[in-house]
C-alpha cells in the first residue's frame, strides 16, 4: 500500500498533483512489472495553519488549524470538492484508489 497525503488548506497546486500523479504511476508500475496488488491510500492533512498567534507574554507562537477553526463538516466538503480524483461521481470509495 502507497499512501499520499496533501494539505487541505486549498486547491491542490502543481507539487501536490505530481507527487499524487507519480504515486499513482508508481503504484501501476509495481504491479504491472511484479504482479503484485497495490493500493494507494489518498490522506488529508490537517496540519496548514489557519491561524497564527503569539502570547505576547510568554512569547510562545499558537496555530489553529483548518478544522479547528472552520469545523470538520466544512473541511470535509473542502477536501471533496477540491482533492477528489474525479469530476464524476467515482465508483467506490474515492479515498482509497485500488490498481
Known sequence: ??????QINGAPDIGTSLAQSLT???AARLRDR???HTEVLFRALDNAPYELSTDS???HR???TYAQ?????????LVAALHKPCSRPCPGAWASLTT
Open 1 to 6: 500500500m502507497l499512501v499520499v497525503g496533501t
Open 24 to 26: 499513482l504511476a508508481m
Open 34 to 36: 511484479f504482479g503484485i
Open 57 to 59: 507574554a510568554s512569547g
Open 62 to 64: 499558537y496555530q489553529r
Open 69 to 77: 477553526a472552520l469545523g470538520d463538516q466544512v473541511v470535509t466538503d
